[in-house]
Structure formats: C-alpha cells, structure tokens
C-alpha cells in the first residue's frame, strides 16, 4: 500500500522523503501511527467554519467560550457586550475546526434593518455550518423568527441550541424550540457545560470533514493581497494609487470604507487581486451595526488573501490596534509586509521616534519586509511589489528533510537544550510538514521551552531565509518504545 494511502496525504513530503522519515522515526522507536498523526494534524489544510448566531444576551459568548475551552470571547450579562476578535480554533474529539462568534441581532441596529441583515447573511454566507443559540426561558421571539428565515434562505446546516437550560425543568422549554422548524432544539446550559457534549457531536455531523492538504498548490489566478489597517492609514489612497484612478471612496473621516473592494492591478509588470478592507477599530459596539459588519469583512478577506499588506500611520504613534492588526496577520498564517504610509509627513525627530516605537512594539514580526510610502505623493510605490514578492517566496519556501536534519543535528551539538531537572532533552529529527505557512515538525527526547523554541525559529530564519513569512513549529514528546524487530 502507498504510503500516503495509509497514513493519509502530508502535502509537503514527496514519497521518498516521506519513506526517509518515516525510517527515522521507526529508528527511534516511535509509534508510526502517531508520527502520521503528528505530521496530518500539523499540516492541515483550511479549517471548516462554525458560525455561532443568535439574538443579543441569548449566551452566545459563553457558548464559544465552553466549545474552545478557555475564556476569551468577551462575556457580560448585557447585550451589546464588545468584542476583540471573532473567530477561533477549537477541537472536538480530534476534529479540529474554526468557530466564529458572531454580533447579537437586532431589529434597530442604526435605525436600519438592512444593516442587520447583512451582517446576518454575511456570518453564515462564509461559514460550513452554522448554530442557532435561543434564549429557551424567553422562547422564540419575533427576531428568532427572521433568523430562521435568513438561515433557510442561505441553506446552510443548522444546529439548532436552546440554551439557559440548567436543568431536567428546563427541558420542556427547550422542547417547544422544534416549532421553528430547524429540527430538534439541543438543551445546552452553556454557563455549566450541560448538554454541549451532545450538541458538538451534532454539529460534527453538521460539518464538512477538514479538506485533504494541499500544500504547494496554488490557487488559480492573481496573487490577493489584503491591504489591512486601522481606519484613515490610507488603504483607500494606497489603492487608488497603485491603480492610478479613483476606484474606492476616500474621505478624511475614519472609517469610510464599508465593505471590501477586490480590484485587479497591475503593478510591476504583473496582476494582482487588492482588496482594500475598512479599517479595524479597536472595539467593535455590536450596537454599531456598519462596523461590526465591517470587521466582519476585514477578518474574511484576510482569509481569504495570501499576503497582507499592513498599513501603519508613521506620522503618528505606534497603537494598539497597530500592533494587534499584525498579530491577526501572522495568527490567519499570511505572509506579511508591513507599510509604513504618510512617510511624507515625517520630521527627523518623528523618524527617530517611529525607529524606537519600531523596535520596542515589533520586535516579533522584524522578519516582515518594511517600505516606506506615501499614498498621496507615491513615493516609493514602486518598493511595493518586491517587498510582496519577496514575503510570498519566504510563504513558499521548502526544505528538504534531509538538509533540515542536517541543520537540527548542527544546531542541538553547538547549542543544546538547557539541562532542567537532570534531564536534557533533545530533538531527535524532524521535518516541514507543510507551507504557507512553513510549517514544521519536531520529535523530542522530552519538553521543549518556549524560549528555546524561539531559539530554533530565530535560527530556522538564519538558515533559509522565510523573509516575511510566520513560521510554526511544533514539538511531539513520545516515550521510546521497543524497537520492532
């Protein structure tokens, strides 16, 4: 039997490098079902997504908070509550999978229905599957009721959640949930966990199997690249620009830029797809529904793009939001180039500045090729597309296995791990198991520390390069086991 066959697709391994590995490991005394395991759950492809929606306070917060297994979506007993982020991964019984928490659904959002709705048909418009949280000690209510409608327009699988059931009395409330017609309602108290083991084996069934991998494979068509920022950076000027016409409204008021626009340019001899984004705000009021629906969008072309071009206000004072937009970047796993607009603007005093904010608030992204530009004058456009370039080979780059064992074995002799407890562990072999981004994994004598893995990727960078490109690496620990005869 091939060996992908049996231990599924690893994308990036050839089968000679994979048989080479695979020899490794047994040497080793490792379970070769596990390594398989390993390299697959490392090197995965995109993630299905889950989109969790509801009316506002009906738990859905807490609900995505009991699915990730830790507490990050911000929760209040209030609607309207803000939030940081909106998507996350999470794992159910070995099946991993992206969970999008969406904005409460109100009939006045900004005096207009349509925003809503927008924002409704958007959030399950990009996601596999969809759960539908009610308020089971309120019942259906009037809102729930035009949920339905938009979730049976889009024609995606529905879960359906009856939450606030915190106990057997409850039940009978939940039960009254199948007249919506989206099949049988889950009782679920997502405040104590009651019922949820049974709803994600629903929602497992709900949703698509992770695609088979893919890596190498490039998507037909232009390179996309994502010019992302916090509102009045000057995407829309940047665009408009490269474009050399006006095609995107452009005003000095923050946060003009309501939906994506996806424009072919050509810059540098070659097409791109830019998709100019509205700007990230630092807290997104679900009650302020043109913006909720906006960063939306702004997380969906991110998704959906290979590169992202971050734009930076160099004129003023690196922020939070700054730094933030930046760790989406490299978290959605994108090559990243960051721009530093409006350089025009600049004093030398500025400049000194803006070099100290850059070293004291970057540091974890130094590998991401920098140009500075201006959107208004044009000044070094012409950096642009190189630096992209350049970000999208490091997002490609390959090594082989045998070259990066050659590499791991220099580098454990030169520079081990620290000895804790007595024990020295130490990297045995390991191989990339996947790009865009590189993805890498190590087989461990015993427990990595963080800041030795930061050594290794610091030198993996020395090494080959992956010039704006994040890069993941993860560490398996296994018991020896008996060497088969």
Not at 44 to 66: F, I, M, W
Not at 113 to 125: G, W
Not at 169 to 174: T, V
Not at 380 to 408: D, Q
Request: no cysteine.
């Amino acid at each position: 039997m091939d060996q992908h066959d049996e231990h599924g697709d690893i994308g990036a391994l050839g089968d000679a490098e994979y048989a080479e590995f695979m020899e490794l490991a047994a040497e080793e005394g490792f379970d070769l079902e596990d390594v398989a395991d390993d390299l697959a759950a490392a090197g995965h492809g995109p993630l299905p997504v889950l989109a969790v929606v509801g009316r506002p306070n009906v738990g859905k917060s807490t609900l995505v908070n009991r699915i990730i297994g830790r507490r990050e979506a911000v929760v209040e007993d209030r609607p309207g509550v803000t939030r940081d982020r909106v998507s996350y991964e999470a794992n159910w019984n070995g099946r991993r999978f992206k969970i999008v928490d969406t904005g409460g659904w109100e009939q006045d959002v900004l005096g207009i229905d349509a925003s809503v709705a927008a924002q409704a048909e958007f959030a399950i418009e990009a996601a596999d599957a969809v759960v539908f949280v009610v308020d089971s000690t309120v019942g259906a209510t009037d809102t729930d009721e035009a949920v339905v409608k938009l979730l049976r327009r889009a024609g995606k699988p529905v879960v359906l959640a009856a939450n606030k059931v915190d106990g057997p009395s409850g039940e009978a409330d939940a039960a009254a949930l199948w007249n919506l017609g989206l099949g049988e309602p889950f009782p679920v108290s997502s405040l104590h966990g009651r019922g949820t083991g049974d709803l994600l084996d629903a929602i497992m069934e709900a949703l698509p199997e992770a695609p088979e991998l893919t890596f190498g494979n490039t998507v037909g068509g232009p390179r996309r690249i994502a010019l992302i920022g916090r509102p009045n950076v000057g995407k829309s000027s940047l665009l408009n620009k490269v474009a050399n016409e006006d095609r995107v409204v452009v005003n000095e008021m923050a946060g003009t830029t309501r939906d994506p626009v996806d424009e072919l340019i050509e810059l540098g001899g070659i097409t791109w797809k830019f998709i100019d984004t509205a700007g990230i705000r630092r807290r997104v009021h679900l009650t302020e529904g043109a913006d909720y629906y906006a960063s939306l969008r702004t997380a969906a072309a991110l998704e959906k793009a290979e590169v992202a071009v971050i734009l930076i206000d160099a004129s003023e004072t690196l922020a939070e939001q700054d730094t933030r937009i930046i760790s989406m970047a490299v978290e959605a796993g994108r090559a990243v180039v960051i721009a530093y607009n409006k350089w025009d603007l600049l004093d030398e005093e500025r400049r000194y500045y803006l070099e100290r904010e850059i070293e004291r608030d970057l540091v974890q992204v130094q590998w991401a090729p920098r140009v500075n530009v201006s959107a208004r004058t044009g000044r070094h456009m012409e950096k642009l597309v190189p630096a992209v370039e350049a970000a999208l080979a490091g997002w490609e780059t390959r090594v082989p296995t045998g070259r990066l064992n050659a590499f791991l074995g220099e580098l454990v002799a030169a520079h081990p791990h620290p000895i804790r407890g007595g024990k020295q562990p130490r990297i045995l072999f390991g191989t990339q198991a996947g790009t865009k981004p590189p993805r890498f994994v190590l087989f461990a004598s015993g427990f990595l520390e963080a800041g030795y893995r930061r050594f290794i990727e610091r030198r993996l960078r020395e090494e080959f390069g992956f010039e704006g490109t994040p890069i993941q690496v993860s560490v398996r620990v296994r018991e020896k086991r008996g060497r088969k005869k």
